[in-house]
């Protein structure tokens, strides 16, 4: 059974609302690998070699994150989830891009930005977007989306010929208005299509894998959720979520953490979610993403974004950037709460020293010279050749 005739069949029984639990073992059994597809043709030929050189710039560029442990790390997440043997096809860069983000190109290069491993909380979450990508190059979604586009692109332009002509003789444009909205319909159409196979074979593999499955969902309602904070915190009205824009390329959030919770509710077992294991993994990046993410000046979001990952256990790096972001919007309670994040960030690590910088410039803006200085002292104590050793210790008259 192809992996639509699936999806269809699979959203059947959810709208039927058949009253029995089936197994992640039948009811959302993946294909049968076949090995990774070869082009075939010169358009796929050209597809493919311009992936290639597009992976040779992306080897080679000062962004991409060698470090061996993180990429074996992530590797052993994906082979969780779709096998070794479709693992094994894989090549995968992390690209330190601080944006919730990862694809996939018909050669088998995987991007995964850093802003999407920092907003995981597990490997169950994590797992869940491999999933996805992995499922859109199986499918070999670009290549059926470029002939696709190609195809309504040429008939667009026959449109733009056959419109010009009956101009000249008076008339039918509207007709032929209507029709270029058609064929521009019908191409974000199959691109959202495309998307809802991509989640449905992905839901699939995280739940053979054994991954909580209600992960995937909450990683959806977890993006709208951050997109609502930014849009607060900046005074605009947040999305909404309950219709398809007519350009959309991906079905709404909203459908597709619902979509995804109802299938979770259908999978007997599977509730590993690799929390501990996740933070391990990532705690000797963690700082530098939080920076990363910092720079976007998204007060809400990234207020949101901490409190979502820390969860009831704040660490030093987590609170560290929480007294950061509020510093750096700089409101007068803004100032007093940035100083108690340092606080409680020295009580767990009081080696961090960048802690007592901060906290230092947050009580000096907010009136408290003395205590500022001392915090000041401390900083300078701590790392005597920071870059900025020289300004501050004329700050505090040392």
């Keep these: 059974m192809s992996v639509l005739r699936r999806a269809c069949a699979a959203a059947a029984l959810i709208s039927l609302a058949i009253p029995f639990a089936a197994t992640a073992q039948d009811e959302f059994a993946v294909p049968t690998y076949e090995g990774v597809y070869q082009p075939q043709d010169r358009d796929e030929r050209g597809l493919w070699t311009m992936a290639d050189e597009d992976e040779r710039l992306l080897r080679d560029a000062d962004l991409v994150i060698r470090d061996p442990a993180l990429n074996d790390y992530i590797r052993s997440i994906l082979c ?3 096998g070794d043997d479709r693992c094994g096809n894989v090549r995968i860069y992390i690209v330190r891009v601080p944006v919730f983000n990862a694809s996939m190109t018909p050669n088998g290069t995987m991007r995964i930005n850093t802003g999407l491993l920092l907003r995981m909380r597990n490997e169950a979450e994590l797992a869940s977007v491999l999933g996805h990508e992995f499922a859109h190059f199986e499918l070999r979604h670009t290549l059926a989306n470029y002939r ?15 419109g010009a002509a009956a101009a000249t003789y008076g008339g039918a444009y509207n007709n032929n208005r209507d029709l270029q909205l058609a064929v521009l319909g019908g191409v974000y159409s199959f691109r959202r299509n495309q998307e809802r196979d991509a989640d449905m074979l992905g839901f699939g593999y995280i739940a053979q894998a054994g991954f ?10 977890a993006v709208m959720n951050e997109a609502d904070q ?7 009205r947040t999305s ?4 398809v824009a007519f350009f959309a390329s991906h079905p709404t959030n909203l459908e597709r953490a619902d979509t995804l919770a109802t299938l979770a509710n259908r999978v ?3 509730d590993y979610e690799g929390r501990d294991a996740y933070s391990r993994a990532l705690a000797p990046w963690v700082a530098q993403f939080l920076a990363d993410e910092l720079a976007l000046n998204d007060f809400g979001g990234t207020d949101y974004l901490i409190n979502r990952i820390a969860g009831d256990e704040y660490t030093a790096d987590l609170l560290f950037a929480r007294g950061e972001l509020y510093r750096g919007r700089g409101h007068p309670r803004d100032l007093v709460n940035a100083a108690e994040f340092y606080r409680r960030a020295l009580d767990l690590d009081p080696d961090l020293s960048a802690a007592w910088r901060g906290m230092g410039l947050s009580l000096i803006r907010s009136g408290e010279l003395a205590l500022g200085s001392d915090a000041l002292r401390t900083y300078l104590e701590k790392a005597p050749e920071a870059p900025d050793a020289a300004m501050l210790r004329t700050m505090v008259q040392e």
Excluded at 148 to 162: E, F, K, Y
Excluded at 230 to 236: E, L, S
Excluded at 240 to 243: F, Q
């Design 80 to 82: 969780r989830t779709v």
């Design 212 to 221: 909580r499955p209600a992960a995937a969902a909450d990683v959806w309602r």
């Design 268 to 270: 007997s077992g599977g």
């Design 230 to 236: 930014t849009a607060i915190d900046r005074g605009r």
């Design 148 to 162: 696709n586009t190609r195809s309504g692109s040429d008939l667009l332009a026959w449109t733009a010929v056959l």
């Design 240 to 243: 909404r979520y309950n219709g």
